[in-house]
């Protein structure tokens, strides 16, 4: 590639501390071919010699690379990369992404341009299919699950680390990253494209690191990132400014407690008024009867996976079932009530016996954020 040209890509990735993963970066995006693109790393105050590290491995590079230093939080970090990105696509990729094919930049850029041809406007954006890179390579039927829920046509499903790409008008138009919280820019982008354009599914597989997983347990993880979605669509804001800790980057994970994140939720419920209590669980009912369909494409899910076959394989028979014939039931108020009492009785149970010493992390703060 040769580096005068006007690339047809810049590839925007926020980085804090993380220098140990910008070899297998620089490595999956030089294998690449068939397009000309530009890297752009966009720091949030990084201690561990990210700049210096990044400039030895821009020089054995076959593209341009720029690392741009910003306000820390991954929306912030992405729009100022944006900012100053001289192609007319955008890629926002994570640190820890990898391709397999050397093909997969050059198909989804084509897959893009036939879609916004199609359309006849550029209001598409597109994500790759996910695929965890795992320690451990036995076979898992809960990562495959959330491998195939990733390749789903519904916005919930999409996430930052299957990648964002789209043109930079389109982004511009959508005000780029929401900057409010140093993370959840995904989400809130997620639904503002659904809003005016259409979210496209590449022909393409990326690779993300299944560390945080691995290290804060794959449960726990996934049932903060619940609660944090959950309290978002709840529009709790004092949930994210009080509680500290909900979001920490890669380099400082651990086993994950959940018990400091609940016994802050129930400090903070006990502060509110009844009747506003009774509104957030009815919102909670709501939010979790309103995902019932998670449980009927698990089904299809482990079908899949006991025959042997891959996540964009799955067959949706039984989330079919759901959306033709069942659907309805779970949009009553009655079925939000019965959630919002099981979710209830969960928290209960999550907190018995568990006594608190000190301040754990994740506990409240006074007043006073969290990708």
């Not at 397999?100 to 299919?129: M, N, Y």
């Not at 695929?131 to 930052?160: Q, V």
């Not at 347990?217 to 619940?226: C, I, K, P, S």
């Given at each position: 590639?040769?580096?005068?040209?006007?690339?047809?890509?810049?590839?925007?990735?926020?980085?804090?501390?993380?220098?140990?993963?910008?070899?297998?970066?620089?490595?999956?995006?030089?294998?690449?071919?068939?397009?000309?693109?530009?890297?752009?790393?966009?720091?949030?105050?990084?201690?561990?010699?990210?700049?210096?590290?990044?400039?030895?491995?821009?020089?054995?590079?076959?593209?341009?690379?720029?690392?741009?230093?910003?306000?820390?939080?991954?929306?912030?970090?992405?729009?100022?990369?944006?900012?100053?990105?001289?192609?007319?696509?955008?890629?926002?990729?994570?640190?820890?992404?990898?391709?397999?094919?050397?093909?997969?930049?050059?198909?989804?850029?084509?897959?893009?341009?036939?879609?916004?041809?199609?359309t006849g406007c550029d209001e598409v954006a597109g994500r790759f299919a996910l695929c965890f890179h795992r320690s451990n390579g036995k076979?898992?039927?809960?990562?495959?699950?959330?491998?195939?829920?990733?390749?789903?046509?519904?916005?919930?499903?999409?996430?930052?680390?299957?990648?964002?790409?789209?043109?930079?008008?389109?982004?511009?138009?959508?005000?780029?990253?929401?900057?409010?919280?140093?993370?959840?820019?995904?989400?809130?982008?997620?639904?503002?494209?659904?809003?005016?354009?259409?979210?496209?599914?590449?022909?393409?597989?990326?690779?993300?690191?299944?560390?945080?997983?691995?290290?804060?347990?794959?449960?726990?993880?996934?049932?903060?990132?619940?609660?944090?979605?959950?309290?978002?669509?709840?529009?709790?804001?004092?949930?994210?400014?009080?509680?500290?800790?909900?979001?920490?980057?890669?380099?400082?994970?651990?086993?994950?407690?959940?018990?400091?994140?609940?016994?802050?939720?129930?400090?903070?419920?006990?502060?509110?008024?009844?009747?506003?209590?009774?509104?957030?669980?009815?919102?909670?009912?709501?939010?979790?009867?309103?995902?019932?369909?998670?449980?009927?494409?698990?089904?299809?899910?482990?079908?899949?996976?006991?025959?042997?076959?891959?996540?964009?394989?799955?067959?949706?028979?039984?989330?079919?079932?759901?959306?033709?014939?069942?659907?309805?039931?779970?949009?009553?108020?009655?079925?939000?009530?019965?959630?919002?009492?099981?979710?209830?009785?969960?928290?209960?149970?999550?907190?018995?016996?568990?006594?608190?010493?000190?301040?754990?992390?994740?506990?409240?703060?006074?007043?006073?954020?969290?990708?």
């Amino acid at each position: 590639m040769t580096h005068d040209l006007t690339p047809e890509l810049s590839i925007i990735v926020p980085v804090l501390n993380e220098t140990a993963l910008l070899p297998l970066l620089f490595a999956t995006l030089a294998s690449q071919r068939g397009l000309r693109f530009e890297l752009l790393l966009c720091d949030g105050g990084s201690g561990d010699g990210a700049p210096q590290r990044a400039a030895q491995l821009a020089r054995q590079m076959p593209f341009t690379t720029e690392f741009v230093q910003a306000p820390c939080g991954r929306g912030s970090q992405m729009n100022a990369g944006a900012a100053i990105a001289r192609a007319d696509t955008l890629l926002f990729l994570h640190v820890d992404s990898a391709f397999a094919a050397d093909d997969a930049l050059s198909r989804a850029l084509a897959a893009l341009r036939v879609r916004q041809a199609a359309t006849g406007c550029d209001e598409v954006a597109g994500r790759f299919a996910l695929c965890f890179h795992r320690s451990n390579g036995k076979p898992s039927p809960a990562y495959f699950f959330y491998e195939a829920k990733a390749r789903l046509a519904r916005t919930e499903c999409i996430r930052g680390d299957q990648g964002f790409m789209l043109s930079r008008p389109f982004f511009r138009s959508l005000n780029g990253f929401d900057e409010q919280m140093p993370f959840l820019e995904d989400l809130r982008f997620v639904d503002a494209v659904a809003a005016r354009g259409e979210w496209l599914l590449f022909p393409a597989e990326v690779g993300t690191s299944a560390r945080r997983f691995e290290t804060e347990g794959l449960w726990e993880r996934q049932v903060l990132n619940a609660i944090i979605v959950n309290c978002l669509v709840a529009g709790w804001t004092e949930f994210f400014a009080t509680l500290s800790g909900l979001y920490r980057f890669d380099t400082e994970t651990g086993r994950l407690s959940l018990y400091p994140i609940l016994n802050g939720i129930r400090t903070l419920l006990a502060r509110r008024p009844r009747r506003w209590r009774r509104a957030f669980w009815h919102t909670t009912g709501r939010h979790v009867a309103a995902n019932a369909w998670q449980i009927f494409f698990w089904l299809d899910t482990r079908s899949t996976f006991s025959r042997g076959m891959g996540p964009g394989e799955v067959e949706p028979r039984w989330l079919r079932l759901y959306e033709r014939r069942l659907n309805r039931f779970f949009c009553v108020f009655p079925a939000a009530m019965t959630a919002a009492a099981a979710v209830w009785l969960w928290f209960r149970f999550m907190l018995l016996g568990r006594p608190q010493v000190g301040r754990p992390q994740g506990a409240p703060t006074g007043t006073r954020r969290p990708g």
